[in-house]
């Protein structure tokens, strides 16, 4: 147990819909990161978050989203969705960057 | 642009036989560097990680690395493999206040 919960595990939803990813970092952490890795495009950035504020934005859709609550739990919400957003969802956090990252065991999507 | 490159998609070694795995990284100044291991159907865990000094670092698992300036690289080194490290491999970069980059991943294969 990496102490980083995401929930669900896995998820399974059609063309169109709406899904929320949820996180909760590490005791203690921060920052909270989401990540999207699919076969493609290995692991790619998609936002950042500290203590509340967003801090910095990579490679993420408009139809996606992400907020971290006072608690720090985190959640990331995909709406819209298409087949090519089928992809395993990773959330990690960390006290600090250069101290590198802890990750959660990921939410695996199918867009059916 | 900051990047990190694997060369080696996909390695293959006996069980018993030393592992190295190549890191390139392109960063204007001496990044912060780090490997990470994932085995199917988890999360990334971090195996180890260079700031600064030593340029060889000791990670878990009896890995270790070496930063060399003079070829922007950071590979990955174990003398003797087990079964148990089949898994891909990623390297990961930042300059500090930037969110990870990461490599394409090195999928290792152990054979008896």
């Known amino acids: 147990d990496s102490g980083v919960t995401q929930t669900p595990k896995h998820l399974i939803t059609a063309t169109g819909q709406r899904v929320t990813l949820r996180c909760s970092p590490r005791?203690?952490?921060?920052?909270v990161y989401w990540y999207q890795q699919s076969l493609d495009q290995g692991l790619q950035f998609l936002i950042q978050y500290y203590n509340g504020e967003e801090r910095a934005k990579g490679n993420i859709l408009e139809r996606f989203s992400a907020q971290q609550f006072p608690d720090l739990h985190s959640e990331l919400n995909l709406s819209s969705l298409e087949l090519g957003d089928s992809a395993l969802y990773f959330c990690?956090?960390?006290?600090?960057?250069?101290?590198?990252?802890?990750f959660g065991s990921g939410t695996r999507l199918t867009v059916v | 642009a900051q990047s990190v490159t694997q060369p080696d998609i996909h390695i293959t070694v006996s069980e018993g036989a030393s592992l190295e795995l190549r890191c390139n990284y392109s960063?204007?100044?001496?990044?912060?560097l780090f490997w990470y291991v994932q085995s199917p159907g988890q999360g990334l865990q971090l195996l180890l990680k260079?700031?600064?000094?030593?340029?060889l670092v000791q990670g878990i698992k009896g890995f270790e690395a070496e930063f060399k300036r003079s070829q922007s690289s950071f590979n990955l080194r174990k003398p003797s493999v087990h079964w148990s490290d089949a898994a891909e491999y990623f390297c990961?970069?930042?300059?500090?206040?930037?969110?990870?980059?990461f490599g394409k991943g090195t999928r290792l294969s152990v054979i008896a």
């Open positions: 990961a970069g930042t300059s500090g206040n930037t969110p990870l980059v």
């Open positions: 960063y204007g100044a001496t990044p912060y």
């Open positions: 990690a956090s960390s006290v600090g960057g250069t101290y590198g990252y802890t």
């Open positions: 260079y700031f600064s000094g030593d340029t």
């Open positions: 005791s203690g952490d921060l920052s």
